[in-house]
């Protein structure tokens, strides 16, 4: 199976333009610097969403139950070709097309070790059909499961169910936008942070 190599990270300020790269396995510390990421959420024909509980090896949230898979683009790189980049060596998943659903995400969470998440971090959905077949990274996914979004969401949202921090605030705001994962609307690739954009917008536009 493929997987990459270690790459850089796209470092950001407040309004999401690039100001710089790093390499990602020295990025996540206790001062995390804002930076560029995305998730993506894998939906089957019938509606049912996957998720993944990150490998227990990994540095932030080993063991947690999450979304189907996160991950950042290569400085250059389009962000929906990224996410489908890491979904084909995360899970050995391939799909034809990302759609963008949340492109304002952002958030910042903390560890119980002080280890930081800072990122804007765009949320596409990717839609399979039925051949779709899984063949997980073990140092990077420790479990899959398809799950019914409105019985995911629900315990989500009263708490029942326990995710990533990032999961968990995306549940809320995907609830918003439809109760069916397949009836999210897909946004426009210009309401992106102006590093994701291609070609980028020029400082001061």
């Given at each position: 199976?493929?997987?990459?190599?270690?790459?850089?990270?796209?470092?950001?300020?407040?309004?999401?333009?690039?100001?710089?790269?790093?390499?990602?396995?020295?990025?996540?510390?206790?001062?995390?610097?804002?930076?560029?990421?995305?998730?993506?959420?894998?939906?089957?024909?019938?509606?049912?969403?996957?998720?993944?509980?990150?490998?227990?090896?990994?540095?932030?949230?080993?063991?947690?139950?999450?979304?189907?898979?996160?991950?950042?683009?290569?400085?250059?790189?389009?962000?929906?070709?990224?996410?489908?980049?890491?979904?084909?060596?995360?899970?050995?998943?391939?799909?034809?097309?990302?759609?963008?659903?949340?492109?304002?995400?952002?958030?910042?969470?903390?560890?119980?070790?002080?280890?930081?998440?800072?990122?804007?971090?765009?949320v596409y959905r990717v839609r399979v059909d039925e051949s779709a077949r899984l063949d997980p990274d073990p140092l990077e996914v420790d479990e899959t499961r398809w799950v019914s979004w409105p019985e995911f969401a629900a315990g989500v949202l009263d708490g029942t169910v326990d995710v990533s921090p990032w999961c968990r605030t995306q549940v809320e705001q995907l609830a918003i936008l439809a109760d069916d994962p397949l009836g999210w609307p897909v946004a426009a690739d210009d309401l992106l942070p102006p590093a994701a954009l291609r070609p980028p917008i020029p400082p001061g536009l």
């Amino acid at each position: 199976m493929d997987r990459s190599p270690a790459q850089h990270v796209v470092l950001l300020d407040d309004e999401g333009r690039a100001v710089g790269t790093q390499d990602k396995t020295t990025v996540h510390t206790l001062q995390t610097p804002l930076h560029l990421a995305f998730s993506s959420y894998v939906v089957g024909p019938d509606g049912a969403v996957l998720l993944t509980r990150r490998a227990s090896s990994k540095k932030t949230w080993p063991g947690v139950l999450t979304n189907t898979c996160c991950g950042h683009p290569a400085p250059g790189e389009d962000l929906a070709d990224a996410v489908l980049r890491r979904i084909g060596e995360e899970l050995g998943l391939h799909a034809d097309s990302a759609e963008l659903v949340l492109p304002h995400f952002r958030y910042r969470a903390v560890m119980d070790n002080g280890i930081v998440e800072n990122e804007i971090c765009p949320v596409y959905r990717v839609r399979v059909d039925e051949s779709a077949r899984l063949d997980p990274d073990p140092l990077e996914v420790d479990e899959t499961r398809w799950v019914s979004w409105p019985e995911f969401a629900a315990g989500v949202l009263d708490g029942t169910v326990d995710v990533s921090p990032w999961c968990r605030t995306q549940v809320e705001q995907l609830a918003i936008l439809a109760d069916d994962p397949l009836g999210w609307p897909v946004a426009a690739d210009d309401l992106l942070p102006p590093a994701a954009l291609r070609p980028p917008i020029p400082p001061g536009l």
